[in-house]
């Protein structure tokens, strides 16, 4: 609803625009023109105010006597009962009905009980709007309702109140009138069945009162109660309505004090203007829309704005002095607690004082850096500078226009060359601008950064106008180059990485005589740099490009690697294109790293799947593997005794390496021969030139296979194919090809059975296994393994399998193991089938209750055999009296060799007694100790037949013998 002052008040004369002679203005109460005659009635409708602040009236059987116009005037009762002219509406029509649209411009009656008036124009007194006026020839009353306005303090149902307001007046409908707060309950929550308080307390719960309280009901009367808030408090710039904290005297006269709060329907908003000694100065610094002194202190919705939502009033502190100013925000009559009360303070200088700061003291040359601008006024534009002594050498002027990057608060760059500066012209957002600047171009030490007071570019600087300066340190950035370094392989594929601080791209270069020659990287001249500052590239083949450090490190020897930041590359380079060089000092200048790095070519490495020198011609592929450095591919090809060739060509991993499962080898049976072939560092077969291709043509790996290939076509034997395969590749001028070459057999697959045993009682051939241990067989054959698997079955007398093992992996000899638990075999014969599937080999086994082993017993050799025929025979004659301690043929007491374990105790009573030389020491000892304790099979493996004890001969020997003794003795 609009609280226009312009409208506040009707014209001095009620209709002065019909009226056709000059009257003194009265008041409704003196009597109307006697001469009129008017008849008519009016009706007026109980309603809501129009979003327009307009109602409604309707009159009908309207006549004058004197052609006038019908007028609807509206009114309220005032507290002393007269009635308040609130609004008026001439129709201009004359005719007897009609729809009367009145403005309602006095709301202190508003909601309530409103009064219609039916006038004709020509007896219409004089009054003023507000003034209190007599009645017309015809009333109507009616009830009218809608939103709070701030101008009173009336209330109507379903109205919003604030907490803290204290002389609210609820009116209610024609029959309800003034309702009481009391009347008004809390329908839920904390403040259900509560009645409303009055004044209503700063804290009193929100939400809903109603005459019902919390029961359901018809034609009851609401209202809600909300907390007051003022959500935006603030100084702006009148122009582009950007809020300020601190002003400079180019700006103080263009301020304005807006605000924005939710109970603008209830009251409007006090504004307080206190200069820095708290002082009240709002009457003397807030300005109205024709830019006077003195203007409201009172903000309502609407002032000085097209939006119906703002409110705003103008504030100039030009005549003030320098200092922080205070405005204050708070209700205009009871809403001014602390709680909604708001402050914004404003600095007024007594110039534009800017100055200018870097985010960081000190960056790495190459990097970006922010700087801020502060102590302008919000809009302004300031112009930054570094001039040109501060730039890197060799910067172009596009390079520098490029120092200042348009980003954040800039608006424009550039470079002025005539004054020899970069500049850039930044707006000042509220009190600062930002903006960066990018190091790349400048010199690696100490820059000014200046700040001027230009709103535009100009082609000289001045000091005078230099507001403020800032040093920034720009230092040199980091390159590091991590690989490749020390050894590299001509023709193998490496890894390019390293690290970079503050560079965008780097470049690779190898340093020939005086010179540094780039590297071109993948076909490419720049490496990107990445966020964190780390670079790196994949598969790169040095020697492989079109820079000049690529043919560089494509031979053999010692050189220098290194990398450097492309910009300074652009800038320090003798030449432009592929083949651009930077020279030594240069190089050292701008900071690029180096490294040593060795260029050798790479050597070969293979090893073919033979089994144990054959090849089956079951098996059509054979595993090759090995290595070749610097090789992309290789060359696999076999020959046949017959000329026969097969020709395949593997790929080498990165590393160097190559294995592949499955090279195909389709040969007659005979003998053969496998050969790797790779090219050297130059990549080209032999000396370049292979029959049947184009001199033109490059001679590489594929060449040399479909050559190799044809010569299977010319009727040439084994031995002469490999002999042609050689003079063009190993044995060619010139050559730096390299080969590993094999020779095997070709024929049938193959499968043997060759030893069965006991675990952990490894023999050669078919030996018995004992029911319960573990069956241990081994076998060869010539099949590739992985690609093969034997299966070996225990077969039973009616051929069934009752037990199987399987083996799919062995060495190149062939030779494969497998074991069979036995647990569940009976003793007897059983026959081992080993089936590869191409082939089969079988053997039969025992399986016995138990199994024979040999006895180790302890004859340690002292008695190893000689005994057994010696001293049975020999002693019977030889100790027949002359015994005299010789006893020198076999029983001289060294009874050490062979009698290792048949004299198991006879010795023990022969040579005892009479037998008093060498044999009662020798085969007391040595027959009573070893051959007693032997008594059994001994290691010699000879058995004694004997009987135990003494036999009745030898008993009879001893007998005699012993006599003679005694007789000798006697003489």
Request: aromatic content about 6%; overall charge negative; cysteine-free.
């Amino acid at each position: 609803m609009t609280n226009d002052n312009t409208r506040s008040k009707a014209n001095a004369v009620f209709f002065s625009a019909i009226m056709v002679i000059s009257m003194v203005a009265v008041g409704f109460a003196a009597a109307p023109a006697a001469a009129a005659v008017n008849d008519g009635s009016v009706t007026f409708d109980d309603q809501t105010l129009n979003d327009d602040g307009t109602v409604e009236v309707d009159y009908s059987n309207f006549s004058s006597d004197s052609g006038g116009s019908a007028v609807i005037a509206v009114t309220y009762e005032n507290s002393d009962g007269d009635a308040v002219l609130a609004g008026v509406s001439d129709t201009g029509s004359t005719t007897s009905s009609g729809t009367a649209t009145v403005e309602i411009e006095d709301t202190d009656g508003f909601p309530g009980v409103h009064t219609a008036h039916l006038f004709d124009s020509d007896d219409a007194p004089g009054a003023d709007i507000g003034d209190t006026v007599s009645s017309g020839f015809d009333t109507s009353d009616a009830y009218v309702t809608g939103e709070r306005v701030p101008t009173n303090n009336r209330a109507g149902d379903g109205s919003i109140v604030f907490q803290g307001e204290e002389d609210v007046v609820f009116v209610g409908n024609a029959s309800q009138g003034t309702i009481s707060h009391s009347q008004l309950s809390g329908t839920s929550g904390n403040r259900e069945g509560t009645p409303l308080q009055d004044p209503i307390p700063e804290d009193e719960e929100t939400g809903t009162y109603d005459f019902n309280g919390p029961d359901d009901g018809d034609g009851g009367f609401s209202t809600t109660v909300i907390s007051p808030d003022i959500t935006t408090a603030e100084v702006q710039l009148t122009e582009n309505g950007n809020d300020v904290s601190q002003v400079g005297p180019d700006s103080a006269s263009r301020l304005k004090v807006f605000a924005e709060w939710n109970f603008g329907n209830a009251e409007g908003l006090a504004i307080t203007v206190e200069d820095p000694s708290g002082a009240d100065i709002t009457n003397e610094v807030l300005i109205d829309n024709s830019d006077t002194s003195g203007a409201t202190d009172v903000l309502q919705y609407g002032e000085n704005e097209t939006n119906a939502e703002d409110a705003s009033v103008g504030l100039d502190l030009s005549g003030e002095d320098a200092g922080e100013y205070t405005v204050i925000f708070e209700g205009n009559d009871e809403i001014d607690q602390g709680s909604v009360t708001q402050e914004y303070t404003i600095e007024l200088t007594t110039e534009d004082e800017l100055s200018i700061d870097v985010a960081e003291d000190s960056v790495t040359q190459g990097s970006n850096v922010d700087y801020t601008v502060s102590g302008g006024t919000d809009g302004q534009f300031r112009l930054v500078a570094i001039e040109g002594g501060d730039f890197a050498d060799g910067v172009s002027d596009n390079q520098s226009a490029d120092i200042f990057r348009n980003v954040d608060d800039v608006s424009d760059t550039g470079y002025n060359s005539s004054d020899d500066y970069a500049w850039a012209l930044v707006e000042i957002d509220g009190t600062t601008a930002v903006g960066s600047i990018e190091t790349q171009y400048l010199d690696t030490a100490d820059v000014t950064v200046e700040v001027y007071s230009y709103e535009n570019e100009v082609s000289s600087l001045d000091s005078d106008d230099l507001e403020d300066d800032v040093d920034l340190e720009v230092t040199e950035g980091e390159l590091t180059l991590d690989s490749p370094t020390d050894e590299y392989t001509i023709g193998s594929e490496v890894d390019v990485n390293g690290s970079a601080e503050a560079a965008d791209e780097v470049r690779l270069y190898a340093l020939n005589n005086d010179n540094w020659e780039i590297i071109t990287v993948n076909g490419q001249d720049n490496i990107d740099v990445d966020s964190d500052d780390t670079f790196e590239v994949e598969d790169v083949t040095l020697s492989d490009g079109d820079g000049g450090g690529n043919d560089i490190l494509a031979f053999e020897g010692q050189y220098q690697i290194g990398v450097i930041d492309a910009d300074d590359a652009r800038n320090i380079e003798l030449d432009s294109g592929d083949d651009s060089e930077i020279n030594t000092s240069s190089w050292t200048s701008n900071d690029g790293t180096r490294a040593t790095i060795r260029s050798e070519s790479g050597g070969l490495t293979a090893q073919f799947g033979t089994i144990d020198g054959q090849f089956a011609t079951e098996d059509s592929t054979m595993t090759v593997n090995g290595t070749a450095e610097g090789q992309s591919n290789v060359v696999v090809a076999f020959v046949g005794e017959r000329g026969e060739v097969d020709v395949t060509e593997v790929s080498v991993d990165n590393d160097g390496t190559f294995d592949e499962e499955d090279v195909s080898v389709d040969l007659s049976q005979g003998a053969a021969s496998g050969h790797v072939i790779s090219l050297g560092r130059d990549g080209t077969v032999g000396d370049g030139d292979l029959p049947n291709t184009n001199s033109s043509d490059t001679v590489g790996i594929d060449e040399l296979s479909s050559f190799i290939t044809n010569l299977e076509d010319q009727s040439l034997t084994g031995n002469q194919v490999r002999d042609r395969i050689v003079s063009q590749t190993t044995e060619a001028d010139a050559t730096d090809d390299l080969m590993i070459s094999t020779t095997f057999r070709v024929t049938e697959a193959s499968v043997s059975l060759d030893s069965v045993y006991p675990e952990g009682a490894q023999a050669d051939g078919i030996n018995p296994v004992a029911a319960g241990e573990t069956m241990v067989v081994e076998g060869t054959t010539n099949l590739q393994p992985d690609d093969n698997s034997i299966v070996l079955n225990v077969l039973n007398q009616n051929d069934n399998s009752i037990e199987s093992a399987s083996v799919e992996e062995w060495s190149n000899d062939g030779q494969f193991t497998l074991t069979v638990d036995t647990s569940d075999l009976e003793t007897g014969t059983y026959t081992l089938e080993a089936d590869s599937g191409d082939t089969t080999d079988s053997t039969d086994v025992e399986i016995v209750e138990e199994r024979q082993t040999d006895d180790t017993g302890d004859d340690t050799g002292d008695d190893t055999g000689d005994d057994t025929g010696d001293d049975t025979g020999d002693d019977t004659g030889d100790d027949t009296g002359d015994d005299t301690g010789d006893d020198t043929g076999d029983d001289t007491g060294d009874d050490t060799g062979d009698d290792t374990g048949d004299d198991t105790g006879d010795d023990t009573g022969d040579d005892t007694g009479d037998d008093t030389g060498d044999d009662t020491g020798d085969d007391t000892g040595d027959d009573t100790g070893d051959d007693t304790a032997d008594n059994g099979s001994s290691d010699g493996g000879s058995t004694d037949g004997s009987t135990p004890g003494f036999g009745a001969l030898v008993a009879l020997v001893a007998l005699i013998a012993a006599a003679l003794l005694a007789t000798r003795r006697n003489n």
